[in-house]
C-alpha cells in the first residue's frame, strides 16, 4: 500500500507561481512512477506531468516551459512547481503513484487562478 498526501494549493493570481508537494508513505520503494493529475469542474480527468524512479520527466503540451517535476527520495516527497500561472489552470490537482498492478490517488488540493 501507498498514501499520497497533497498540499501546497490555493489562490494565485495570473502569472503567479505555487509549488505543489506530494508527501508519500507506506511502501514507496514499490513505486515505478509518480505523476501530477487535474481536473476543473465540467471536465475530465488529464495528466499533467510524470517521473519515473529514474528521473525521467514528461509534460502535458498546456504546461511545458511553465511547470516542473521533481522528486526528493531523501524525503519522499513529489513536487510541482508551477510557474506564469494561467486561468486555465484552475482545477483540483491529484498526486498519482503506480506500484506493479496498482495505481494510487491523494485526496487532491485545489489550485484557483483568479484574473
Known amino acids: 500500500q501507498v498514501q499520497l498526501v497533497e498540499s501546497g494549493g490555493g489562490l494565485v493570481q495570473v502569472g503567479g507561481s505555487l509549488r505543489l508537494s506530494c508527501a508519500t508513505s507506506?511502501?514507496?520503494?514499490?513505486?515505478?512512477?509518480m505523476g501530477w493529475y487535474r481536473q476543473a469542474p465540467g471536465k475530465q480527468r488529464e495528466l499533467v506531468a510524470i517521473?519515473?524512479?529514474?528521473?525521467?520527466?514528461n509534460y502535458a503540451d498546456s504546461v511545458k516551459g511553465r511547470f516542473t517535476i521533481s522528486r526528493d527520495n531523501a524525503k519522499n516527497t513529489m513536487y510541482l512547481q508551477m510557474n506564469s500561472l494561467k486561468p486555465e489552470d484552475t482545477a483540483v490537482y491529484y498526486c498519482n503513484a503506480v506500484a506493479g498492478l496498482n495505481a494510487y490517488w491523494g485526496q487532491g488540493t485545489q489550485v484557483t487562478v483568479s484574473s
Open positions: 507506506g511502501s514507496r520503494f514499490s513505486i515505478a512512477v
Open positions: 517521473i519515473s524512479r529514474g528521473g525521467s520527466t
